[in-house]
């Protein structure tokens, strides 16, 4: 394998890039100063007439309230649902009984996820914000702000601060009462640089820019958390590579769209430990032989019918493995990028901020 200085991407060291390296000291770094902010969020989700947690959030951030869902559901058994944010336009708003409302955006700029955070407080509902700037509206809505502290990241996609809402919000669990994550929340550095130091040696690629069958299409897979990973590393792909991909929860694809994965396409699988490996196994035989390429995120002893395995430590639980499973995808989406000859850190059509309503 490459050294600790080799480059992750096929040339002078994009904005992508850098920011995609600077994953473990960014999450080492809010780690050590932000567990009262954790604490105060970890009131607000446990206080008394809470019985439900709705997150407003959109792009990556809308991939980082899919995790939490999950992961509130897992660990703490809070109902959790994501909003429908234009439902809250123009003062307009769904009620919000029993409910915390939490608002994720790296910017904070986001009208339509501000308005939801907005009519809570108007309904009298405790909120929070998880953002990258406690300056924004955002926090200036909100009874609680967690700040992720990644730094300007100059890079149209998300890639620090995804990784750094995630640790966010499993803090955030821990502190409502899941002390049994804060190990894993401890190791979370150390992992990311693991995971990234994996995908350096430029001979095995987590994905082929030079294969014809990423054009064909390609499909991420993953189930609870996973599927939030799996969800953000399609959006990553499509936007620094401009390559067709989709994700699903995998009953979500046997419900019909697997139908769709031709011979000649590839598929992004990621073999959450949530679930046997026999489990990943018939997925990945399944669409093996039906001709699709499959690259699986899988522990380091676990054995698939993939075209290639991109290896994680042993013995993670399904939380921790389906948070450092996300660095394999940003690799990839920047070597594809790179080898499609596109500007990874400023893709067409995207703006770092965009303001929906």
Known sequence: MSGPDAALGGGERSLLEQEILEQPSVLARRRASTEEHARAAG????????????????GSSDNAARYAQYLFGSQLRLATYLAAPSLFADGRGTGLDGAAVLGISQSGQSPDVVAVLLAARAQDRPTVAVTNDPSSPLAAAADVVVPLMAGAERSVAATKSYTATLAALVQITAAAGADQLRDGLDRLPELVGTAIDECRDPTTPPLDPAAGSILAGLTTVGRG?????AAETALKIREVAGVRAESYALPDLLH??????????????????????AYWEQLAAR???????????AGERDVLSAYRVLRLPR????WLFDLVAVVPGQVAALRLGEARGLDVDAPRGLAK????R
């Not at 007439?49 to 959030?57: L, M, T």
């Open 43 to 58: 009131r607000v989700l446990t206080a008394e007439g809470v019985s439900h947690v709705v997150i407003a959030a959109r």
């Open 225 to 229: 958390t996973g599927y939030a990973t």
């Open 256 to 277: 019909g769209p697997i139908a769709a994965n031709l011979a000649g396409s590839e598929a992004w699988v990621i073999a959450s430990p949530s679930y046997p490996v």
């Open 287 to 297: 669409m093996t032989a039906e001709g699709v390429r499959v690259t699986a995120v």
């Open 315 to 318: 013995g993670l639980p399904p």
């Open 353 to 356: 901020v965009t303001r929906t």
